[in-house]
Nanobody, 110 residues
């Protein structure tokens, strides 16, 4: 069965950076990988997607600040987040097909 485990969240000051990781196990790592986020009291929103071949797409709110990547040899996905703002505070989830991780908390605050 497919399992996803996110890591790398934490507390960061506005303008700072974090790199999230998503470890995928139990499946051949071939397919779209996506990141979503959910702020308190809000719906889960799509953040970015990467194809097996490395094609990427981003939501308008993170385009130019976040970079999604993957290492198919290690079954890993990544989300590099730069110029973080308080509005980026949320639990971040990775998604692979219909499988979700448990999420990792990102808090942007001074």
């Amino acid at each position: 069965q497919v399992q996803l485990v996110e890591s790398g969240g934490g507390l960061v000051q506005p303008g700072g950076s974090l790199r999230l990781s998503c470890a995928v196990s139990g499946s051949i790592f071939s397919g779209f990988l996506a990141w979503y986020r959910q702020a308190p009291g809000k719906e889960r929103d799509w953040v970015a997607t990467i194809t097996t071949g490395g094609g990427t797409a981003y939501s308008d709110s993170v385009n130019g600040r976040f970079t999604i990547s993957r290492d198919n040899t290690k079954n890993m996905g990544y989300l590099q987040m730069n110029s973080l703002q308080p509005a980026d505070t949320a639990v971040y989830y990775c998604k692979y097909y219909n499988n979700w991780g448990q999420g990792t908390q990102v808090t942007v605050s001074s």
